[in-house]
């Protein structure tokens, strides 16, 4: 059973890097760092490799995968990249955004990456250990956050050994994630784009690359990850925008309002995004059985730290 044992934690360097391909290449699962969280990875070309990734996590199989490329390059071997798509690769690769484009006939994906969609989430990560590790294995690599289906996100390996316990073979340890909140989703449409996710990179910084998003509000349906109602669930009612908290819960504060524990004590998006897993991986294991979390900005990477809570609290 997943969380029962502890899965093998290894510090980054050459040697595990070199043991994590070798298990990427076999098959295996391998949780791996990156600057957003900590992503569960497995070849994005194995039906079987995949497979494994929904059952360790539990997850529905109509939400699609984002898959993990070293460059530009080798995400032009999967996806049709328009002049849009290009430009806003070039503006922000290496890094946290993730483009959702149509699928290259031929490219070798397995089916349930895309969850039968005819669309790929595509991303290039900045952080050494992952580039390094898409570089060593040589594969495209499907990483969605290494952690139970609709639980909290991990930033850190204690948090995925936690969750995922021996379901997974392998976690390289990194460290804190820098970030700490899950990659921007674009999808360019026919006329302007959508923004799916809310991430590090903020709407107004895609719109000075491309231009402004357009009438594209039409829904369709699950796209991307991270797209589902309820989300990033703690395991406890969430209640937002407290500035203050009631004797049975645990008030995570943010700038003026202390709280027990804090996103950013002085009011710094940024470090709120990279404290807010952590915050509510705190939250899930304290005897208070709420939490009430302090109102947060819906400004710049505010309105990514707001989607996360909404998502929590629903």
Known sequence: MSGKRRPDIRQVDATALAAAAELLRAGKLVAVPTETVYGLAARADSE???AAIYRAKGRPDF???????????????????DDRARKLAEAFWPGPLTLVLPLRKGATIAPAVTAGLPTVALRCPAHP???????????????????????????????????????????????????????????????????????PVTAQQVEAVIGPAGDVTTPRGIEAPGQLASHYAPGKPVRLNAESAAADEFHIGFGDVAGHTSLSAGGDLAEAAARLYGCLHEAAGDAHPRIAVAPVPDEGIGAAINDRLRRAAA
């Open 48 to 50: 079987s490799a995949v």
């Open 63 to 81: 939400n699609p995968l984002i898959v993990h490329v070293p460059s530009l390059e080798a995400a032009e071997r999967i996806a049709l990249f």
């Open 129 to 199: 250990a992952m580039h390094a590790l898409l570089e060593s294995c040589g594969l495209p690599l499907a990483a969605p956050s290494a952690n139970r289906s609709g639980a909290v996100s991990p930033t850190a390996a204690d948090h995925v050994a936690a969750s995922l316990g021996s379901a997974v073979d392998m976690v390289l340890d990194g460290g804190a994630c820098a970030r700490g909140i899950e990659s921007t989703i674009v999808a360019p449409r026919d006329s302007g784009w959508s923004l799916l996710r809310p991430g």
